[in-house]
């Protein structure tokens, strides 16, 4: 089945600094998502993407979906303390398919 | 706050018993989504329902089970429960059109010890 990767599964890093997460897949997708779930929460949705090559903001957040339509990468511009948490990015193939989740990575923001 | 509302948020019970997972999606969503969250596992999709009917089926076990029911609400029953069920269960909904675009509840804790 479709599979999407991300890692590493955990990264550390300092308050104020950027970060970049990617999310590849051996499989062609036509909407990518972000989703960022707090600790005891249910995931929220960040960033969607649609187009191949579209590159959207979202305050200090910015998505891409790549040109192969296999790959996305989500970043985090001036990290603050709230920005920890798991990183979820999804992806949907074509009509009736199911949406297909990463296993995260988990954000730390040192202060 | 997403809309979408589950209950209950924790539940602890021992092997082989069954449960019930109940969760109403936000006002005017037709579709309901439901997602196990283990520790090693991540999200892992278990079934969709749209309107009352299945819609699509991911890695449930035939020992669960689902339904949606007329007001749209939906039920998701774990019955002979071992210690592996033990995970987050999250029930999600979507707006017509926002494919991908799911809206979590805040999920149901279920310990099997």
């Known amino acids: 089945g479709q599979q999407l990767n991300q890692s590493p599964q955990s990264m550390f890093i300092q308050e104020g600094e950027d970060v970049s997460m990617n999310c590849t897949s051996s499989s062609i997708f036509n909407t990518w998502l972000w989703y960022k779930q707090d600790p005891g929460e249910g995931p929220v949705l960040l960033i969607a993407?649609?187009?191949?090559?579209e590159l959207t903001s979202n305050g200090r957040l910015t998505a891409q979906f790549g040109i192969t339509r296999k790959d996305s990468f989500l970043n985090i511009s001036a990290s603050i303390p709230s920005d920890v948490g798991i990183y979820f990015c999804?992806?949907?193939?074509?009509?009736?398919?199911?949406?297909?989740f990463g296993k995260g990575i988990t954000l730390s923001v040192r202060p | 706050d997403s809309g979408v509302t589950q209950t209950p948020k924790h539940l602890i019970t021992a092997t082989g018993q069954r449960v019930t997972l109940r969760c109403s999606p936000r006002s005017g969503d037709l579709s309901v989504y439901w997602y196990q969250q283990s520790l090693d596992q991540g999200l892992q999709f278990l079934i969709q329902?749209?309107?009352?009917?299945?819609?699509a089926k991911g890695n449930i076990l035939e020992r669960f089970s689902a339904q949606q029911f007329p007001d749209l609400h939906s039920e998701l029953n774990l019955s002979s429960l071992e210690l592996g069920d033990s995970a987050l269960y999250f029930c999600?909904?979507?707006?017509?059109?926002?494919?991908?675009?799911?809206?979590f509840g805040e999920g149901s804790r279920l310990t099997v010890l």
């Open positions: 993407l649609y187009k191949a090559g």
């Open positions: 329902y749209y309107n009352g009917e299945e819609r």
């Open positions: 999804a992806g949907l193939g074509g009509a009736n398919s199911k949406l297909t």
């Open positions: 999600a909904s979507r707006t017509i059109g926002a494919a991908g675009e799911l809206f």
